[in-house]
């Protein structure tokens, strides 16, 4: 009876991700409950095997081509603003298409390749690029959004800022102080503001939910504001409200 | 009513629920799925003149970035890099 039942979750599972890619969650979860750790590993291997062969070499290429490829500036841009180095972007964009040509049976045909790669290129940038280098993250993220996680600081700072002092600003100001700051809350602007990802897409890029994509958000927007302002002041423009 | 211009009398000068109406703007403006958008936007801009200033601040921050962030040129040999790793692979 059992066999029975079991035998139908398979079947389930397997006509659910089959061919079709990554296994869903659902299935996932019905498989850990019908199976001990060898059958499982067993069956996640023969799915994978399945799955990598998903793409011959001639579909392959052309996903790489017609759907990575075209988002190289984009790719490079970001690896740039992460690393502030041009060897380093360079490395790091390499890195990145060299797993997406490798994991390419991973990659759902229709979906969308720019959030997948940027992701790739963000867990790279985590994983490989700031252990390499040594210096450890510069600001712990944790401890800055506690700090801005408080109302209080939100609002009344950066109110006077003027939207023409903003609108005069030179390409090198406003990108200036993009860079400074923390790579957490340069990443959500870049991502959001000069990318044009869905909150949703960033949720999925940087593995966090999309509440904390918002509040991360408003709160980079807040500190960028700020940085804005000093620029401002220092150009000469007045920032103080006209009397 | 002249929603262009910050110097209409009708508006309120404070805003009494700045944090979450702000956050509203926000996510209207990075091109979130807000039920009645446009009629939400056109009340408050009207009618309160913090969130006036807010979302025309944000508008000009989104647009600065968005045009002068974005012109990093990328290496013209990195294409070419990526081919040749590519074809390594294979």
Known sequence: MALKTNMQAYRYIIRESGTKGQIKPKALTL?????????????????????????????KNDI??????????????????????????????????????????SFEQGTNAKAWLFRILKNSFINDYRKKSKQPAKVDYQEVETYYNSDD???????????????????D????????????????????DLEGFTYEEMAKILDIPIG????????ARNLLKEKLRSYAQNMGYKTDEEE | MDKKSAASGDRKLTCEDV???????????????IPNSK????????????????????????????????????PAELVANIREKIQELK
């Open chain 1, 31 to 59: 498989f850990k409950k019908i199976s001990d750790k060898f059958t499982l590993s067993l069956l996640l291997e023969l799915m994978s095997e399945v799955q990598r062969k998903k793409y011959s070499d001639r579909e």
């Open chain 1, 64 to 105: 790489f081509d017609n759907e990575f490829m075209p988002h190289i500036d984009s790719m490079y841009n970001f690896g740039y603003r992460l690393t502030f180095d041009e060897d380093d972007a360079k490395d790091l964009v390499q890195d990145t298409y060299l797993k997406a040509y490798r994991f390419i049976n």
């Open chain 1, 153 to 171: 600081v939100d609002y009344g700072i950066t109110t006077d800022l003027r939207v023409d002092a903003v609108k005069d600003m030179l390409g």
């Open chain 1, 173 to 192: 100001e406003i990108s200036n102080a993009l860079n400074s700051l923390a790579v957490d809350f340069r990443t959500v602007i870049i991502l959001c």
């Open chain 1, 212 to 219: 904390t994509v918002r509040s991360r958000l408003h709160r």
């Open chain 2, 19 to 33: 944090s979450k109406c702000f956050q509203l703007l926000e996510s209207i403006l990075d091109g979130e799925n």
């Open chain 2, 39 to 74: 009629e939400v936007i056109d009340e408050k801009l009207a009618k309160c003149a913090p969130c006036f200033q807010h979302y025309h601040l944000e508008q000009a921050i989104r647009e600065v970035l968005k045009t002068k962030c974005t012109k990093q040129s990328t």
